[in-house]
């Protein structure tokens, strides 16, 4: 209440006041706002950047500008009134006591080409190569081959990483990364003989380095000798014992065991013949048989030769008759000794000898003599000094081109090339004498090309003073007119004659554009793409992406890797297409079992492939370990598997029908489909009669298929004469058996002595 009676108090004192006043009420005015200045701003390349921070500001307000330019623009520094103020794109600084103009510099950015490659020709599949504004962040990544280790990176030539994919930031110049690949390939070696029965081998073999060196032994069965080794079906080494290197394919070794019992049943004599091995010419190769020693006939010799490094092969020779074209042959010893030759050819080389005409212009690529291979193709160079012309490459005075750059092919003799060149006449030296009485003043205009092998003056002769003559600068094929000595750039000069002058024309190489382009990227890329300079030569490369390959260029050629010379502007495609590889599947042994799934298949494809065992044998394991007699693949290279069987095995037991007449060999278990020899052996006074399947044979051969049982049945024996002699007593005959006289009489037989037997 007290509160509410204060507030109508001032209240009423407020408007005695303003009645006393009246209309003479005047208040005094709030004071003038401070000053503002204005902040404006420009960039020197509008479009290519956004400025924010311009208005209007009290001066000593700390103001913070910014620049953020586009793709392909750099930003400078900041500028007012033509001063440098900050290289920094966020700028702050105090607003000054009057209006300001900021200028943003900005630079417009050229693309450099960014080259991924790798320093082995598909080594791998690397990413990230084009063309790129300077700090750029490019994804580098290098996905290697079969066979192949990525090592680190290289930067134009210089360590730069060990790290596969990374972030590349790019600069201001054309720059090439390398991945650094080592060739590391991994091959399939199986070990095996040729029957369980027959041998055995110490490893099974595996997956190993190629350069790896396996040590293998063959070790023979009872009443088997070791015979050779054959590697992928062909002779490998006689050798029980082998230290084999892994090479670039996959490799099969079988060990071969052949029946040997120490005590043959009936031993034949053995027939040799002596069969010399021998070059022609004698020192042309060496070989893995000895020459002159002797060998059964009937065996089979696997012959291989090992030629020098000058040589070539003509073929292998038996009596002047060519029997083999490769450095292998195969050779069955007869009854005769025979001569197995192998004959050669010498590559030679001869001198080639290059020479300057006149001496000292032509300079070459070569030492002027040197020994060249026969049909050995070089590239040859030529060099022609200033103010000379090339003529030609000559042999003797035939013209062989007129090219300074020849593919030359060494022929079967020594050759002397000369390199002609003539001098252009520039009128150099050119000082006639004056005519007693001269009529007329004149001077010689001299003009001649900086070099003559990429154009020509015309117009350089004596001329009378005052004459306007004309002198014009004609540039060759692949080249063009740069510039006179003058400076002056108009290949067509015109010139009024006062006094004897010399003028240099000055040309260059003209440049042409190389556009590479991949008919479909999401196939595979190209590089190579350029300004070249004319009858260079260039490479470019075409890189199919996973699952495809190199087909073409659009000017028909299939070199992937493709080097062309430049002569005018050229575009070249690249057609890729989906890679199919090659699924080989094989049986190890056609009688045990058969497989299918072969075929031709794209990358990525999915295979299934199957073993089927054939009776009496069984499925074992395919050449990659794997088990499953039906198994999918997925096809993403060349495979080759094997499918190996094993024979089930059958008993075969054997019994005497009576143990006392005689006794059986032969019992055991065996694999299927063995051939077994079995043989019933009669003790002394009894013979066999047959075997309990019927079969008289004795030995008995036949072909194991299933669990068997045999008995042997023998009979008393019945004499037989060995030696006959009539005897004068009637019904009477005396027979020698098994070294006893004995006599035959009535059907009784009786000793030397009388005795009734």
Not at 360 to 386: D, M, P, W
Not at 692 to 717: Q, R
Not at 733 to 745: S, T, V
Request: aromatic residues 10%; glycine residues 6%; proline residues 5%.
């Amino acid at each position: 209440m007290k509160k509410l009676s204060f507030i109508l108090v001032i209240l009423l004192a407020a408007t005695s006041l303003r009645a006393a006043t009246g209309s003479n009420f005047d208040p005094p005015l709030p004071p003038d706002p401070g000053p503002v200045f204005e902040l404006t701003m420009e960039a020197t390349i509008p479009e290519a950047a956004t400025l924010t921070g311009a208005g209007l500001y009290d001066a000593n307000k700390s103001i913070t500008v910014t620049c953020a330019t586009e793709e392909g623009y750099r930003f400078d520094y900041w500028s007012a009134a033509g001063e440098r103020l900050s290289t920094s794109s966020s700028y702050t600084f105090q607003m000054p006591a009057s209006n300001l103009h900021l200028t943003a510099h900005i630079t417009a950015l050229s693309k450099h080409t960014l080259t991924v490659n790798t320093s082995v020709d598909s080594a791998a599949v690397v990413t990230g190569q084009g063309e790129y504004f300077p700090g750029q962040a490019v994804q580098i990544t290098c996905t290697m081959h079969k066979d192949y280790t990525f090592q680190h990176w290289t930067l134009d030539g210089q360590y730069y990483s060990n790290k596969r994919n990374h972030t590349f930031t790019t600069t201001d110049k054309d720059q090439v990364l390398t991945a650094v690949c080592t060739y590391t390939p991994v091959r399939q070696v199986i070990v095996r003989s040729n029957s369980t029965k027959t041998g055995t081998v110490s490893t099974s073999g595996g997956t190993y380095s190629v350069g790896h060196t396996l040590t293998i032994r063959a070790t023979p069965k009872t009443e088997y000798i070791f015979s050779h080794w054959e590697r992928n079906g062909q002779y490998y080494s006689d050798q029980a014992n082998i230290n084999y290197t892994v090479t670039e394919e996959d490799a099969e070794l079988v060990a071969f065991f052949l029946f040997s019992p120490a005590q043959p049943d009936d031993p034949a004599t053995e027939l040799t013949s002596t069969i010399y091995i021998v070059a022609e010419p004698q020192n042309a190769a060496t070989f893995n048989i000895q020459s002159g020693k002797k060998h059964p006939e009937g065996d089979t010799l696997y012959i291989s030769a090992q030629l020098r490094s000058n040589y070539v092969l003509d073929g292998w020779y038996i009596n002047d008759q060519c029997v083999s074209n490769t450095l292998e042959v195969v050779h069955i010893v007869g009854r005769k000794d025979a001569t197995i030759t192998l004959r050669a050819t010498e590559i030679r080389s001869y001198p080639l000898t290059l020479v300057s005409l006149p001496s000292g212009v032509v300079s070459f690529n070569r030492s002027s003599q040197t020994n060249v291979k026969a049909s050995e193709t070089i590239q040859l160079n030529a060099t022609v000094k200033n103010q000379y012309m090339f003529d030609g490459w000559y042999e003797a005075d035939s013209l062989i081109s007129t090219s300074l750059t020849i593919q030359y092919q060494m022929p079967n003799r020594a050759v002397t090339l000369t390199a002609k060149a003539s001098a252009i006449n520039n009128g150099g030296g050119f000082d006639p004498l004056p005519p007693a009485e001269p009529e007329l003043e004149k001077v010689y205009i001299n003009a001649y090309p900086d070099n003559a092998t990429m154009g020509k003056v015309t117009g350089a002769a004596m001329h009378v003073v005052g004459d306007t003559i004309t002198l014009e600068a004609i540039p060759y094929t692949g080249y063009q007119f740069v510039r006179w000595s003058d400076y002056d750039t108009n290949p067509i000069k015109t010139i009024i004659v006062s006094e004897d002058i010399t003028l240099v024309a000055y040309f260059k190489q003209a440049t042409y554009q190389l556009q590479v382009s991949s008919s479909d990227e999401t196939k595979g890329t190209v590089t190579g793409s350029g300004n070249y300079p004319y009858l260079s030569y260039q490479t470019i490369k075409a890189i199919p992406n996973t699952g495809y390959e190199f087909v073409r260029w659009s000017n028909g050629s299939t070199d992937q890797v493709y080097t062309l010379q430049i002569k005018s502007d050229s575009t070249l495609i690249a057609e890729f297409q989906e890679q199919e590889y090659h699924l080989n599947v094989s049986s190890s042994n056609a009688q045990a079992g058969y497989v299918t799934g072969a075929g031709t298949y794209h990358y990525g494809e999915t295979a299934i492939i199957t073993a089927t065992p054939n009776t009496g044998y069984n499925f074992l394991q395919w050449s990659d370990g794997d088990t499953h007699t039906s198994r999918q693949i997925v096809v993403t290279n060349n495979i080759t598997l094997v499918a190996f069987f094993t024979a089930q095995q059958f008993d075969l037991i054997l019994t005497s029908e009576d143990p006392a007449m005689g006794y059986v060999i032969g019992e055991g278990k065996y694999d299927y489909a063995t051939e077994l020899t079995i043989q019933a052996i009669p003790y002394k006074g009894y013979q066999f009669l047959q075997w309990s399947n019927g079969i008289t044979d004795n030995p008995y051969t036949f072909v194991l298929t299933e669990h068997t049982t045999l008995v042997a049945s023998f009979i008393k024996d019945i004499p037989t004469a060995i030696s006959n002699t009539p005897s004068p007593i009637t019904n009477c005959q005396k027979i020698i058996y098994n070294g006893q006289l004995l006599i035959i009489r009535d059907g009784k037989t009786y000793n030397a002595m009388g005795q009734e037997l």
